[in-house]
């Protein structure tokens, strides 16, 4: 039988996501150390376990409504607020979703009809273009540069724009370069927006996470984006909540009033539990956030400086948990560059180009595991470059 003529086109025409693929081999071999999951290593804190525990214990088993418990909702606004001065209604401008990911494929299947087209920068995380594709828009790459610490250019931004751009995707702190955009970067492509009329969507995921003493900003908190653009956040990073699979949108009351009819036909309402657990994290959660994220500092710096001192060039990272470093010194391509690193070595790492076309010739490596997992993983892709320079020379 011939299931093809039955199947979507725009769904048979997406590629399955890069980063599985050496998960997936990692899973299969023995004595492999993977860095290639974006996954914190820490458990989720004890008082956020506790309190799900502790609804399970007194029966709350419930639906919530569709938006998510008012509590969660209050403390979602609150906190944006706290962190970012930024003003929501929990009631109006706020939704719960099953992850970020929910939240990003409801946004864009609420504000994409076909043929408008979405701006994309990479390397970015791989669901943006093929989201983008399902709901039947059109995705424009812009190529972030190494030398421009992988930020999004306002020049580059001007020069993608055309009649049927509707969304501008802004993936910052970024998956899988670890760059960030400061206040100064924000205004830029804020103007461009403005002037050309342009909705954003802001993943802030990683938010929580940023280093050197640069704060996380938000687009929505620049003068006239604040009405222009859509946030997404969520618990997995932030508060070590991956498997509880609970996120966030905020924004303007008409997008989220569309974004919460999609969610009430296609999930009903998020997880309970997880409901319950999240609002622990946000009214507690500050020190555990200071807690990982100064481990994830120390980290950083270790793997940055090993990469720059086995010659791997690698800039520095000031967000998120990823390092992104240039293997093309080596001849290989990144695939070729994984594939044998695995082989040869049992180490696991994803290859640039599976974030984008322009992520060829780098990896992304996460540095989201101990200390320990790290120390072993680098010696190991050290003595694979040594072999790899030794084999050259002869």
Not at 46 to 54: A, L
Not at 110 to 136: H, K, N, R
Not at 371 to 384: M, P
Request: glycine content about 8%; some cysteine; hydrophobic content about 35%.
């Amino acid at each position: 039988m011939d299931y093809k003529k039955y199947l979507n086109s725009s769904i048979q025409s997406v590629s399955p996501s890069g980063i599985r693929k050496f998960f997936d081999i990692a899973n299969e071999m023995d004595n492999v150390i993977s860095l290639s999951i974006g996954e914190p290593d820490f458990q989720t804190p004890w008082h956020i376990r506790d309190e799900g525990i502790h609804s399970l214990i007194k029966g709350k088993t419930w639906y919530s409504p569709n938006r998510g418990f008012s509590d969660l909702l209050k403390e979602v606004t609150s906190y944006y607020e706290r962190r970012f001065s930024l003003t929501y209604s929990p009631n109006e401008q706020a939704l719960v979703t099953v992850g970020g990911s929910e939240a990003i494929d409801l946004a864009f299947r609420t504000l994409i009809e076909p043929g408008d087209e979405v701006i994309i920068p990479q390397p970015s995380f791989v669901c943006y273009e093929p989201l983008t594709t399902m709901a039947d828009g059109k995705p424009v790459i812009i190529n972030t540069k190494n030398e421009d610490k992988f930020r999004l250019k306002a020049e580059d931004l001007q020069a993608a724009i055309t009649p049927k751009t509707k969304l501008l995707v802004l993936p910052y702190p970024n998956n899988p370069t670890g760059a960030i955009m400061e206040r100064d970067d924000l205004e830029q492509i804020a103007k461009i927006v403005i002037e050309n009329d342009l909705l954003v969507l802001s993943d802030e995921i990683y938010s929580e996470l940023t280093y050197g003493g640069r704060n996380h900003v938000s687009i929505a908190s620049i003068d006239g984006m604040y009405e222009r653009t859509v946030v997404i956040n969520g618990f997995s990073k932030s508060y070590a909540m991956t498997g509880w699979r609970l996120g966030y949108a905020l924004g303007p009351a008409p997008i989220i009033d569309q974004m919460t009819k999609l969610h009430q036909y296609g999930i009903m309402s998020s997880p309970t539990t997880a409901q319950y657990a999240a609002i622990e994290a946000l009214k507690n959660g500050d020190r555990d956030v200071k807690k990982m994220r100064n481990e994830y500092d120390m980290r950083r710096r270790l793997v940055v400086d090993s990469f720059n001192d086995m010659g791997l060039s690698c800039f520095e990272p000031l967000g998120a948990f990823y390092v992104f470093p240039c293997i093309k010194s080596t001849g290989l391509s990144s695939e070729e560059f994984c594939t044998r690193l695995i082989m040869e070595k049992q180490v696991a790492v994803v290859p640039g180009n599976a974030f984008g076309k322009c992520g060829e010739g780098f990896v992304r490596v996460s540095y989201s595991y101990s200390l320990n997992h790290l120390k072993t993983a680098l010696g190991r892709i050290r003595d694979f470059i040594k072999e790899l320079e030794d084999g050259n020379k002869g």
